[in-house]
């Protein structure tokens, strides 16, 4: 039953990966899966409970990917050029990920419910209805903290680099 969950999470969080993307959503949800249960069955207290926790593991194989990509050894700041219908469907790059990252956790310091309605959304891929169920909390309600965390990140962002990452 995880599985299966799992897997749809990872295919609305790889929909729109661009063109060439080397990650692909059943190793995505395969090394996910592998974090969440291993050898252990796990008993979820709850759906917040299991989408909390398959947020943060798939957060983590994504930005432990980006920090890959972009060392050295692995191309340092060499960027892949792809060529693609719909550039704006385009996931951000590593070194964009990895700002969000920073960002991110500054956000959990300052409001953890905010910080939690982004990992759902941005790395569970979940709808605002979605996360508004799993948090047990109006989609209004989600929709409000969700447009003030993501203009609070983009701030962040903006301030730590030169560029700005968009945060979708």
């Known amino acids: 039953m995880v599985y299966v ?4 999470i990872a295919r609305a969080r790889m929909a729109n990966e661009r ?14 899966y592998l974090r969440l249960v291993g050898d252990a069955e796990i008993e979820w207290v709850d759906r917040r409970h299991f989408y909390a926790a398959a947020a943060r593991s798939m957060r983590r194989i994504l930005i432990d990917r980006a ?19 719909d550039l704006a469907s385009e996931q951000p790059r590593a070194d964009e990920l990895l700002a969000l ?19 759902m959304r941005f790395f569970a891929g ?18 409000r903290q969700w447009l003030v965390a993501r203009a609070w990140l983009a701030d962040r962002i903006g301030q730590s680099e030169a560029g700005t990452a968009e945060v979708s």
């Open 67 to 85: 920090r890959r990509v972009a060392r050295q050894k692995h191309g340092g700041d060499l960027q892949r050029d792809v060529f693609a219908d």
């Open 19 to 32: 063109p060439g993307h080397t990650l692909q959503p059943t190793a995505l949800v395969h090394e996910a």
């Open 5 to 8: 969950e799992l897997r749809r």
């Open 126 to 143: 979940l709808t605002i209805a979605e996360t508004a169920k799993v948090l047990d909390v109006s989609s209004r309600t989600v929709n």
């Open 101 to 119: 990252d920073e960002a991110l956790a500054g956000l959990e310091a300052r409001d953890s419910t905010m910080a939690e309605i982004v990992k």
